[in-house]
């Protein structure tokens, strides 16, 4: 058995049902939300990619894997967020209590590294190898996925919980904030054509209008031009009316 079925096999024993309730069952504010909903539409389309990927034409099968590797850097920074500033936080009040996805990061860095071994070993394949090597870089990219799919759900009840236990609402926003605050802009602006276009309307709207107060206008432009960028026309259309509905409210 491969090191990634082990993982699988392993991880498909664990419940995947948490006792926690859902953030969508609570008022309170969902930290793991929108940069979840981004990477899970990342992941869910690069998978797809990788399947139909035709690897007898190098620049095909290059560019696929050109976004694979994106994918695998955005996770990996993602992990190295979550460790530093969501995983700390809940050690500090709750010792423990982010003891599980602490772990599952670990070998998501395992996993991210077999990965990268994978894609090599496509590009320096040729004939039937590359076939048989780009099925096996799929299969072990799926279990991947779907490992991080259930470790989300983990995060976005169990942590969440912890999170809403040891901190109030203002504290929860403090440590979004930091965190936001260490990605580089170029690294910002990358994750935002991710969420934008991922979240339901009313999640979109309710994150810009956020972004819109507390950042200084011009670099509110410059959001939106990414999210205009990211969306499709009917969904642009809903967030400048979201905009300007909450703008006139606001000047009633
Ligand atoms: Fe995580």
């Known amino acids: 058995m491969s090191p990634i079925d082990a993982h699988a096999t392993a991880t498909l024993r664990r419940p995947v049902v948490s006792p926690m309730p859902l953030a969508a069952e609570a008022p309170r504010h969902d930290i793991y939300l929108p940069i979840h909903k ?32 994106e ?19 809940i050690e500090q009040r709750l010792p423990g209590a982010a003891a599980q996805t602490e772990a599952d990061h670990l070998e998501h860095l395992a996993a991210i590294d077999r990965l990268r071994s994978g894609a090599d070993e496509v590009r320096r394949a040729s004939g039937d190898a590359a076939g048989a090597a780009s099925l096996a870089l799929y299969r072990d990219l799926a279990v991947f996925v779907a490992e991080n799919f259930l470790h989300m759900q983990v ?5 969440n919980a912890s999170l809403w236990a040891a901190y109030s609402d203002a504290e929860v926003i403090g440590i979004h904030d930091a965190l936001v605050a260490s990605i580089p802009p170029q690294e910002m602006s990358r994750l935002l054509q991710l969420i934008v276009p991922a979240l339901a309307p009313a999640e979109r709207a309710q994150m810009m209008l956020g972004m819109r107060a507390g950042m200084p ?11 205009r960028a990211a969306l499709s026309g009917r969904d ?3 967030l400048r009316a979201a905009l300007a509905e909450n703008r006139s409210a606001a000047a009633h």
């Open 38 to 69: 981004g990477l899970r539409s990342l992941m869910a389309a690069i998978l797809v990619e990788a399947g139909s990927m035709d690897w007898q034409v190098p620049a095909e099968r290059d560019a696929t894997l050109a976004r694979l590797d």
């Open 71 to 89: 994918l695998l850097a955005l996770c990996r920074g993602h992990l190295e967020h979550e460790n530093r500033f969501l995983h700390t936080a």
């Open 217 to 227: 206008a011009a670099a509110f432009e410059d959001v939106l031009a990414i999210a």
């Open 155 to 159: 995060e976005e009840s169990r942590n």
């Open 236 to 238: 642009w259309s809903k």
